[in-house]
């Protein structure tokens, strides 16, 4: 046994509201830069639809994760190493950007600088890739909530498969079409064939919590990752040539602090916490040969926090008191494992995610009482589970590789808490076959109601810092600060100006960053160079001054006409900001 | 043997190595986040399929005839009993096929650049001067290739061009024999050498990462927070106290 600690999360999907505040923030974070303008790390994808980038999902086009072969052994799905070294010079199977979507801006310069006319300027849609004038036709989220779920549903690879066996499993008529939000991030697998297909080994998985990196200064822009991933997380910047993913927000995770997807999410349905498991049986488990088999694989490899052989082996693997004890209160490995409600995404890609998620119970309280019933009984709740708005097949195909009774038990789970939990807050007398009809106790429902409903911030992020593990290793912060000219010349300045020369590493720029912000009287001032806010290091109090750029300063002799008189300056002076014209 | 010949192949080859060499050790140093492919196949790839491909093993095949002309004597392939008028043929067909292979795919790309919007927004100055380079490179070598043909035997490199390589590396340049080499030969190893003093300065260097590596490590790679190229050794006598560790390379 040789135990490994992983970061991991859980979505409760019943809570997602789709409201994307995850994609904005994570973006703004992360890829608001040239050259990943069409990267999202973390997006939110209607279910049915076709996702981001297009039909993913479907590894007999796009060749990603792993295959079990003949001889019962794990290799890539696109091909083994000679394989993969022979068609190095042109990926065959790498998505073009239409797969994601060609990002644009507006030319928003001609809504202002329009000369006067008799219509109304407009501003077009141009490519940010070639700067011409594009047609939008698909983005990120073309098909959110459903729109033009007839001609694009059909086309969601799950769809399609549920479609072969029954015709009536899916529809797309207003009355009779379902959704539910699924938002995603990098897996962050436990056996990630991203990391495998990397020719030059940049991609790696940090020994100390499991998240999946890219070495920027070791990629060399072969693109096998982006093949690799079967989620497609993984993304080619076509600026700089290097691939980038989700970072987990490492530089968060290694203060305590909760990724910026999780930390804004506003239905506060993500919860961060720790794995411990066994890395020497990985392979055994993602190479079981019934798929059906692999979301219990992937459940044994998770080991008990409390068992004292696990923290044995735990110690000697020297991870830190701190950790074992994050793991013991881990809100992700009591959701998974131990009450058995969230479930891993594909688990027949044989990648063994780590991102898990709860599965969404339709509104079904609601279609009961409708109908005559007691929407809030047990027998009647478990009763309608298979006839749900939202199939159960298709939930199986997406968290079971298809097995339909896992989603089942989940959801059973699910509706025996609330019928439970009703005669609590009733003040009933508790009726413990519930609980037990789905294999639980009655502290059990209570315990697993409390996390999932009314759990404070620090029980559904329960982040142990990096600094207590590596107490020992702490004098690196010390020598990581006496670079050329000293401390304090940190922020970006190499021998020819910004940006140039070998970047800080990112512990010194918090570091450095959090020390200002702490000893300093106010905010930073946006005139000094590198005093820039920095989003992931803003504690969200106040609204620091140099968080938005300063106002534009407008010259006294040239103060714009009033509200009342629009047509005025664009007929007097058309683009006259600039004194020097001399118009 | 007049100075220009003296400063042509007994100075600038030195000049070219020079640069090369210090040219790809700063590029390491100091650039390692540039050094990429900058691959453009998001944007498209119908025509890279085919151009690519085309381009990179015509290369290679081509690599594979300069290392056999270049570094193997005549008298090698004399004694294995290999005539001079086979060893001719084969090398021009071969020769021939893949420098035509190298030159189609190359067109193929440099087309596909031209009239791909996003690939061509996404092409430097550097890049520019790099294609220039290069096909004029390739060019001259199947000029030199095909003058060879056309004359019948006009010229054997093997006696003038291969000496005068292998010469350099003993630090004994045989100018003379370079000297009687026909101009095509002249031609393509000056534009050679200009080559490869840009090539450290663009991103052909990529090809000096070729990641061979990976037919022979673990699929999975575990990588530990601390050490790895992220951060820095401490420098020399700045080591922390009490540390028995070894500086990290």
């Known amino acids: ?583 | 043997m007049s100075t220009l010949d003296i400063l042509l192949w007994g100075v600038l080859p030195y000049v070219t190595i020079a640069v090369l060499v210090t040219g790809t050790i700063w590029r390491w140093r100091y650039d390692r986040f540039g050094w990429t492919t900058r691959s453009s196949e998001l944007h498209e790839s119908r025509l890279l399929r085919i151009g690519s491909p085309l381009f990179h093993f015509g290369l290679l095949v081509v690599i594979v005839g300069h290392v056999i002309g270049l570094l193997i004597p005549k008298s090698w392939t004399d004694g294995v009993g290999l005539s001079q008028q086979a060893y001719h043929v084969q090398a021009l067909l071969l020769g021939a096929l893949a420098g035509f292979c190298t030159l189609a795919g190359v067109a193929i790309l440099i087309y596909r650049r031209r009239t791909t919007g996003p690939v061509f927004a996404a092409t430097t100055r550097n890049d520019k001067l790099m294609y220039v380079v290069l096909v004029a490179a390739i060019v001259a070598g199947l000029v030199t290739t095909l003058l060879g043909a056309a004359g019948g035997e006009e010229h054997n490199y093997r006696l003038s061009v291969s000496p005068w390589f292998r010469s350099l590396f003993v630090l004994q340049p045989d100018i003379e024999a370079m000297s009687h080499a026909g101009t095509a030969f002249h031609l393509h190893t000056l534009v050679g050498m200009a080559l490869f003093a840009l090539w450290p300065f663009t991103r052909l260097v990529h090809a000096f990462t070729a990641p061979l590596g990976y037919l022979f490590r673990p699929y999975i790679v575990y990588r530990s927070r601390t050490g790895g190229s992220a951060t820095r050794a401490p420098r020399r006598g700045w080591e922390p106290t009490n540390s028995t560790r070894r500086p990290r390379q």
């Open chain 1, 1 to 583: 046994m040789r135990v490994m600690a992983q970061m991991g999360m859980v979505m409760n999907l019943d809570k997602c509201i789709g409201c994307h505040t995850c994609s904005v923030t994570c973006k703004q974070a992360w890829t608001n830069r040239s050259g990943v303008e069409y990267v999202w790390f973390n997006n939110v994808e209607t279910r049915p639809g076709q996702g981001y980038p297009r039909r993913y999902q479907d590894q007999e086009r796009w060749k990603g994760g792993w295959v079990r072969n003949r001889r019962g052994r794990l290799q890539l799905k696109a091909g083994g190493r000679w394989r993969k070294l022979m068609t190095i010079f042109a990926n065959p199977v790498l998505p073009n950007i239409r797969d994601y979507y060609e990002p644009w801006t507006y030319d928003y310069e001609m809504l202002t600088d329009a000369p006067l006319g008799d219509d109304f300027p407009v501003a077009r849609p141009k490519s940010l890739l070639s700067g011409e004038p594009i047609d939008i036709e698909w983005s990120a989220n073309w098909d959110d909530d459903l729109g033009g779920a007839p001609e694009h549903g059909p086309l969601d690879p799950i769809v399609e498969r549920l479609r072969k066996e029954s015709e009536e499993k899916v529809k797309f008529t207003f009355e009779q079409a379902f959704m539910f939000y699924l938002p995603r991030i990098c897996e962050h697998c436990l056996n990630p064939s991203c990391v495998a297909s990397c020719p030059s080994g940049a991609m790696y998985k940090r020994a100390e919590d499991g998240i999946v990196l890219v070495d920027q200064d070791r990629c060399r822009g072969w693109r096998m990752c982006v093949t690799g991933c079967p989620y497609k997380k993984v993304y080619f910047n076509h600026r700089t040539g290097k691939a980038e993913k989700c970072t987990f927000c490492y530089p968060r995770i290694e203060v305590g602090l909760p990724t910026v997807c999780a930390e804004t999410c506003v239905g506060r349905l993500r919860y961060i916490g720790l794995f411990l498991y066994d890395a020497d049986r990985v392979s055994e488990a993602a190479s079981v040969a019934d798929e059906h088999d692999l979301y219990e694989a992937q459940l044994d490899l998770l080991l008990d926090p409390d068992d004292p052989e696990v923290l044995a082996a735990a110690r000697r693997e020297g991870i830190a008191e701190d950790w074992l004890d994050a793991a013991r209160r881990s809100p992700v490995y009591r959701l998974a494992k131990q009450y058995r409600v969230a479930l891993p995404l594909h688990p027949e890609f044989r990648t063994m995610p780590m991102v898990w998620y709860i599965p969404p119970l339709s509104p079904v309280v609601d279609r009961l009482t409708e109908t005559g019933h007691d929407g809030e009984d047990a027998g009647n709740l478990f009763g309608a589970i298979d006839a749900l708005r939202i199939p159960v097949e298709y939930l199986a195909e997406l968290f079971t590789a298809g097995d339909p009774a896992p989603v089942r038990t989940v959801l059973q789970r699910l509706a025996a808490m609330r019928s439970y939990m009703r005669d609590v807050t009733l003040d009933r007398p508790r009726d413990e076959s519930i609980a037990t009809a789905v294999g639980m106790t009655g502290a059990e429902v209570v315990e697993m109601y409390r996390l999932l409903a009314i759990a404070k911030y620090d029980e559904r992020y329960v982040i142990p810092t990096a600094y207590e593990g590596e107490a020992h290793q702490l004098e690196e912060l010390g020598c990581s600060l006496d670079v050329d000219g000293g401390p304090g010349m940190v922020a970006g300045s190499g021998p020819f100006g910004e940006a140039s020369g070998r970047p800080a590493p990112v512990s010194v720029e918090t570091f450095h960053a959090l020390r200002d912000r702490q000893t300093s009287e106010s905010f930073a001032d946006p005139g000094t160079p590198g005093a820039r806010i920095n989003l992931l290091n803003w504690d969200g109090k106040g609204r620091p001054t140099g968080l938005f750029p300063p106002p534009h300063e407008v010259p006294p002799h040239e103060v714009p006409p009033g509200p009342g008189d629009i047509t005025g300056r664009s007929a007097a002076t058309p683009s006259s900001t600039d004194p020097e014209e001399g118009r």
